[in-house]
């Protein structure tokens, strides 16, 4: 290795010698070798010769072996002075100055630059870096945590600026920039366990001056674009504004002081869907510029028509980057070709406003240029997808594609009459759009060839699948009415002949258990019957005030047995829940089908929960369920752990005879008739649901205000103190079923009744005066031809109106029903009813019991 030049090296300002353990050895090393003469000396005459000659054998290979040591330079007995090492060299080169001291801050070793920095300071002698800045005020703070990193062996750095002080040389508004760092050093051999640390001061005047210059040439600039006269804006992906210029700022009536970057949206500014338009960016990630005529949105809300010159770009991953945009003020009186600019202003205005979304594509079926709404229709407001070069066939579902490509062919040959093309979005499937498409002859040289033209057909779509579902559940409803209607007069005459025949048969006899089983089996149509009338929404409904949480609780018990000991049942009501008005029985009747339901859908056992709680009008109406006003409801929900409901069969659950039980395990009128008795009392039903996880149905009742007027009672069985079923009284029985009639006449007859009949209205009323009135109680059904049974309650009440009334009736329709429901002054009885019930029914209106 060649040795260092001495007259090239730049000796260090100062170095004090660590370690003086050489000359102590060869010291001690001496003393030994004295002290083995001097024993010679004395007892040579007692040291045996052989011992004498091993001893000054020993010596010598000692000898020999230090010799040929010192020869390799395997060891040496004192550091060489004859020149620095290679670590000092490196340390004495800096152009900065370093400095090695103990935590103390004794210094060990400085370097020559640091022996230049004091000689430039005027100190006379090398002093610590704590103690050359201690007599500027303004270092006090940086150097006191200098020194406790000094002291603790951490490493710190702190750039310090000095205006009086050292380096500052008193020269006025000439600020001297120091960067001072200290860091601990690794043990060093010879430092006798001192630790050291090094210090490193260096002037950053200069490069302090360069960056103080670049920030004012950014602030100019910034300054220049701020007060430039056109407006200016960026944005990041997402649409947030980063950066407003002062001209923009001011157009738009903003307080550039007041923003924030991402404080203002892209939406707030843009008019209409134009925001959309702004955020697509080329799909390749080539940055180019667009020319856009827009309206942006004031402060004020007023519009101010600008032209945009627009770049946005994809980054490598797709995702949108930053946009910029450069703002012309369109206003009136700002473009000298005035004329120009007018229709320049009311095209940009068509374009972007229409409703409906226009694309041009080129040649090959890609995207060139849409307006604002198109990124709305086609669910890319936010520049998720870049559209400029897109085939547009990839927006439309594959079914569709063929006769979309088949449309854009034919305007590409200039076709004139081109069928629309209907289709869902690939992007989501509830969205559907008519696609309108059209050629253009003669392009101008943008690559334009076909205009699509796209109309959001969405809601029109649901409107129409809603009043297809509408009409067939009006159809099937109109035909389980009128089915329910002949149904229950006949099952009204089989169940009350059967109750004849049992009055005149002792259980013993062989023909009481065949006339039995007859009427057992009617009661079991009658009630397939009753429930095709709930689901068609035909029955007649006693309505009365009743508290959903009071029900719930009532059923708890049944619910228990019906669900088995696999499944948990659990209850739980919010307070104050709302009163409601319903029809008690055909509630229950809900509750209970839909509890069913969900033990049905757990086969291995789970959960099924009942809550009931209060939604008020401002909650109802965060809610997306189609078809329901906002409004104050009572919410009753049935929750299981089942299976959950597939899509396909969702869309059919509230259906009649539909069902997805095996063969004989369920007739399909169960969540049908749950669907009718909620339609009825003026509630909605809906199923929220998910595979694997279960179903949740809730039922929304209206909440029933209490008025000051006396609600009608609920209609009830003649209560228990009602014994005698017999009567002397004079009735009227209107009936054009000759069956029935003939039955309730001989029911009545048989139990002591006065008992006159009539096949109509209109011979109702003549039979009434022939009697001059002289009956109690009118007996009529509801539906007959001619004149229905309210007609004639309407007449009769001009000559008679203290005469007692009950209608009876298997269905009704709508008016009727309400007129019933309405009227307290009118009893009511069910087809089809038995024999007790109809002298139950009589017994109770003319005794007047409650």
């Known amino acids: 290795m060649t040795p260092l030049a001495q007259d090239s090296y730049p000796q260090p300002a100062a170095q004090a010698r660590l370690g003086g353990g050489g000359i102590w050895r060869v010291i001690l090393l001496s003393a030994l070798f004295v002290g083995l003469a001097v024993a010679y000396s004395i007892y040579g005459d007692q040291i045996p010769a052989d011992m004498l000659l091993l001893v000054l054998g020993l010596l010598a290979v000692i000898g020999v072996f230090c010799l040929f040591g010192l020869a390799a330079g395997l060891f040496k007995i004192s550091h060489s002075d004859d020149g620095p090492a290679l670590q000092n060299a490196i340390v004495d080169s800096l152009d900065y100055g370093a400095v090695v001291a103990d935590r103390e801050g004794r210094i060990v070793y400085a370097n020559a630059a640091y022996g230049e920095l004091i000689s430039g300071l005027d100190r006379k002698s090398i002093v610590s870096v704590p103690r050359l800045f201690a007599s500027a005020a303004e270092a006090s703070e940086a150097i006191y945590r200098l020194s406790r990193a000094a002291h603790d062996g951490r490493r710190a750095v702190e750039d310090i600026r000095l205006t009086d002080g050292p380096g500052a040389n008193g020269v006025e508004n000439a600020p001297v920039w120091y960067r001072v760092s200290v860091h601990s050093l690794p043990e060093i051999e010879g430092a006798s366990g001192k630790k050291l640390v090094l210090w490193s001061v260096q002037n950053i005047s200069r490069d302090r001056e360069r960056q103080e210059n670049i920030f004012l040439e950014l602030q100019k600039a910034i300054d220049y674009l701020d007060h430039a006269p056109a407006g200016f804006f960026s944005t990041d992906g997402r649409g947030k504004i980063q950066y407003l210029n002062a001209t923009l700022a001011n157009w738009l009536g903003y307080d550039l002081a007041e923003f924030d970057a991402g404080s203002l949206r892209l939406s707030e500014i843009v008019r209409g869907d134009g925001s959309g338009l702004l955020l697509g960016g080329s799909n390749d990630g080539q940055i180019k510029t667009e020319v856009i005529d827009i309206d942006l949105v004031k402060r004020d809300g007023t519009n101010f028509p600008v032209r945009l010159l627009h770049r946005a770009a994809r980054l490598a ?106 289709t869902v979005l690939a992007a989501n499937e509830e969205r559907s759009v008519r696609l309108y498409v059209s ?33 067939k559940m009006q159809a099937v409803g109109q035909l389980a009415g009128g089915i329910a209607h002949d ?140 078809g329901m006003p906002a409004a104050d409801y009572v919410l009753i929900e049935v929750e299981d752990t089942g299976t959950g409901i597939p899509p396909e069969v969702l ?34 039903i809906y199923a929220d649901t998910e595979m694997d996880l279960g179903t949740t149905f809730k039922i929304f009742l209206p909440r029933f205000v209490r008025k000051e007027e006396k609600l009608p009672k609920p209609d009830t069985d003649l209560p228990a103190k009602v014994r005698d079923l017999t009567g002397k009284e004079r009735i009227l029985i209107v009936e054009d079923e000759d069956s029935v009639r003939a039955f309730a006449s001989r029911a009545l ?90 002298a139950q029914k009589v017994k109770t209106v003319l005794s007047g019991a409650e």
């Open 439 to 471: 050629g253009i002859a003669d392009g101008d040289g943008s690559g334009e060839r076909v205009i699509v033209y796209a109309l959001d057909t969405t809601e029109q779509r649901v409107l129409e699948q809603q009043f297809a579902q509408s009409q």
């Open 487 to 626: 149904l229950n007069n006949i099952l009204t005459a089989i169940i009350g002949f059967s109750d004849l025949l049992l009055l005149n048969l002792r259980p013993n006899d062989p023909s009481f258990k065949d006339t039995m089983e007859i009427k057992q089996n009617g009661n079991r149509a009658a009630g397939l019957v009753r429930q095709l009338l709930a689901f068609s929404r035909r029955q007649t409904l006693r309505l009365e005030v009743l508290e959903v949480s009071l029900l719930v609780d009532d059923l708890t018990v049944l619910f228990k047995r019906l669900i088995g000991d696999s499944i948990t049942l659990t209850v739980d009501h919010a307070a104050d829940i709302w009163p409601v008005r319903a029809d008690h029985i055909q509630l229950e009747q809900v509750v209970i089908n839909l509890v069913v339901n969900a033990r049905d859908a757990m086969p291995g056992g789970g959960r099924v929960k009942i809550r009931t709680s209060n939604v008020g009008a401002q909650e109802a109406a965060t809610f997306n369920y189609r």
């Open 749 to 838: 007859a048989s139990a002591g009744y006065v008992v006159h009949e009539a096949d109509s209205g209109v011979e109702a009323l003549e039979v009434l005066e022939e009697i001059d009135g002289e009956i109690e109680l009118l007996i009529s059904d509801v539906v007959m031809p001619e004149m229905d049974g309210p007609t004639l309650l309407t007449h009769m009440r001009e000559r008679y109106p203290d005469i007692k009334v009950i209608f009876v009736s298997g269905y009704a329709e709508e008016n009727i029903r309400k007129g019933l429901e309405d009227d307290s002054s009118v009893e009511f009885l069910a087809k089809p009813f038995s024999l007790k019930q109809l």
């Open 651 to 684: 869309a059919k659950i509230f259906e009649p005879f539909f069902t997805t039980k095996d063969i004989g395990k369920g007739t399909g009128l169960g969540l049908s008739t749950v669907y009718g008795i909620v339609k009825q009392t003026g509630g909605f």
């Open 317 to 422: 991953e797709g995702d949108l980057g930053e946009t910029r945009t450069l703002v012309l003020d369109r206003a009136p009186g700002i473009d000298a070709s005035e004329e120009l600019r007018n229709a320049e202003v009311r095209f940009s205005r068509f374009f972007n406003d229409t409703p409906f979304a226009i694309a041009a594509l080129d040649e090959d079926g890609n995207i060139v240029r849409t307006n604002a709404p198109f990124m709305r229709t086609f669910g890319n407001e936010h520049g998720e997808k870049a559209t400029e070069g897109l085939p547009l066939t990839e927006l439309v579902v594959p079914e569709a594609k063929s006769r979309f490509v088949a449309a854009i062919d034919a305007a590409k040959s200039n076709q004139s009459t081109i069928e629309p093309v209907d």
